[in-house]
């Protein structure tokens, strides 16, 4: 059955990934050769899902896994449940994990998955259901040596066990790392589930500390209440900065005074909205012109645009979210003088405590959560200062200097191995 959802995409985002890698390419001089090459996914998989509904009925879903690059090791990247995703924003987001995990310096190529369907309106056993049949219909894409899929929007821990589950009894036997972002119980790592959060306050904490400022009585606005928002203000406000306003699909909530995020994110685990959290309510795009020290996009693609980057009165952005910032409103931003630490370095975090999970599954050998948390802050941080470092020498914006780092690397290891055959 085919899901009608509006859009949050204004522009097709694979066609804008591949403009940002030429403008890297012309940046760094790469090959025109290779940035053919790079520039589309190796491999994409659609896929249809039946799954039986709970009135007995058959809901046949539509389900993709894209692999982009694997140069550099085994495909990593998310899977996501959501009404509007197509096969374009799977191949934009199977690209930037590719860059991702390269900037983060991890044995990693990029992929990314999704199924078309809203997981808020399935039944747990429904939910189920099509995540087995889903794994089962990509069964022979994924595994700890070629492709390892993990959470994103709209899936969770237990939807990690279920894909774990169904492909360890394909195989007869227990693979921990063929996922990641599973619960402790059956292979999680401690620190995962906040680590996307993690890095987005490590890299705003670095850019502060760059400024000679510090993150204590920062306003941050944050867009996106789920993993990586919810974590990312939960962690900030714990360190003294103020979160003035944070939202959901529902809609925002706004505090100059600081909201309670501890009560918000109590009330978002027992299943409930920001619409009936209480408190002084704004809308999705007024938060984004908050008057305030930090936005932080923390939701889906394309919210900061040509229409309203204006309005930003923020100096500093950070991307929680992958590919929040449209090219044009980036320059915007830029003209305004705002710093925006972009995706593949502010939202790292997640697959660097993935990597740590896929390794401690691999060696059955885990980790204490101050070695974990430890270990993410040396990457985050020693990624962040290789940025900072091309953007102050080669004096370019911080997102060209992380993706720049980042195709350098794919590349040279694209061009070591050779084109076989
Ligand atoms: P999530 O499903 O846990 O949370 C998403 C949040 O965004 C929810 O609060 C949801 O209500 C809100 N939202 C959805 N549509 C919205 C809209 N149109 N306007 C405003 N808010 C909306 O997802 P997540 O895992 O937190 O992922 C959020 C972003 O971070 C995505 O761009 C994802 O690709 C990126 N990301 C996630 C991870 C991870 O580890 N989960 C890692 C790196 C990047």
Redo the contacts with the bound molecule.
Sequence with gaps: MAVEAES?LKENPFRLAQAQLRKVADTIGLDDDIVAVLGECKKAVEVAIPTTMDDGSVNVFTGWRVTHNVARGPSKG?I?YHPAATLDEVKA?AMWMTWKCALMNLPFGGAKGAVVCDPRELSLGELERMTRRFTSEIVNEIGPEKDIP?????TTPAVMAWIFDTFSMNQGHSVLSVVT?KPLAVGGSLGREE??GRGVLFCLQEALGRQGAALEGKRIAV???????GAFAELASGLGATIVAI????GGIYDASGVDIAAARAHGRAGG?LVDFGGERIT?EELLALDCDVLAP????Q?LTRENADRVRAKLVVE???G?TTPEADEILQGNGVLVLPDVLA?AG??VVSYFEWVQGLQELFWKEEEVNRRLKEIVSGAFAETWARHEHDGMPLRLAAYGLAVERVAEASLIRGLYP
């Excluded at 993990?150 to 709209?154: K, L, Q, S």
């Excluded at 867009?223 to 928002?229: L, R």
């Excluded at 939202?247 to 529902?250: A, T």
Aim: hydrophobic content about 30%; proline content about 5%; aromatic content about 2%.
């Design positions: 949050h998310g996501r987001l993990a959470p994103d929007v709209g972002g680590a996307t867009q996106g209440f789920g993993n990586v928002g939202s959901d699909v529902s909205t999705n923390c939701a889906l693609e919210v929680g979210a992958n929040p939202n997640g697959v």
